[in-house]
Every structure is written in C-alpha cells, then in structure tokens.
C-alpha cells in the first residue's frame, strides 16, 4: 500500500511560478518506481506532466518542457514538482501517481490532488 498527499497548489497570475510536493508513505512506499504528475482540466481529459524513474530520469510532456522541472528526493520520499512561467492554461488540479511493485505485480496509487488556478 501507498498513501500520496500533495501539496503546494495555490492561485498565482501568469508568469508566476509553484512548487507542487507529493509525499509517499505506506507499508510498499519502498517499493515505488516511478513518481509522475498528472493534472486535469475542466472537460478535459487527464493529462501526464511529468515523471521520474528511480534512478532520477526525468520525462515530460511538451507543453511542460523547459519550464517545468520533476525531482525526487528518496531520502524524503518525496517528489516536487516546480512550474515556472505558468499560463493560464496550466490551471487544473495536479494529481500525484506513484507506480510501485505490490503483493500481485505492479499496481498504481493516486493523491487526491490540489488546485493550481493561474489568472490571466
């Protein structure tokens, strides 16, 4: 079992910047793979922003490249998430996805995600 809670969600104009945090805990916490976020609009479908393997790869979508950046501190069990030049486009809520190996092979947990607003 993996528990995730997120944090670092907020309103921000455009242009400004967050810093989401995820932290895991739970009895296969050290079991998790790969740490991704995920956010989902409005009528939208649920999209991949970012993720990052175990060894530290990082994977983003295009829309995230280059002005956001995916890091992972295994010490802390934790992956943040930092935005910059945020656009109004970017607002949604972010959720955190942990892939990890469980009793029957590989399974998937979710937080329950916070709420980036990012104003015009």
């Known amino acids: 079992q993996v528990q995730l809670v997120e944090s670092g969600g907020g309103l921000v104009q455009a242009g400004g910047s967050l810093r989401l945090s995820c932290a895991s805990s739970?009895?296969?916490?050290?079991?998790?793979?790969?740490m991704g976020w995920y956010r989902q609009a409005p009528a939208k479908p649920r999209e991949l922003v970012a993720a990052?393997?175990?060894?530290?790869?990082?994977n983003y979508a295009d829309f995230a490249a280059g002005r956001f950046t995916i890091s992972r501190d295994n010490a802390k069990n934790t992956v943040y998430l930092q935005m910059n030049s945020l656009k109004p486009e970017d607002t949604g809520v972010y959720l955190c996805?942990?892939?990890?190996?469980?009793?029957?092979?590989?399974?998937?947990?979710w937080g329950q995600g916070t709420q980036v607003t990012v104003s015009a």
């Open positions: 990052i393997t175990s060894a530290g790869r990082p």
């Open positions: 739970g009895s296969s916490m050290s079991r998790i793979t790969t």
């Open positions: 996805k942990a892939t990890y190996m469980g009793t029957w092979g590989t399974q998937s947990a």
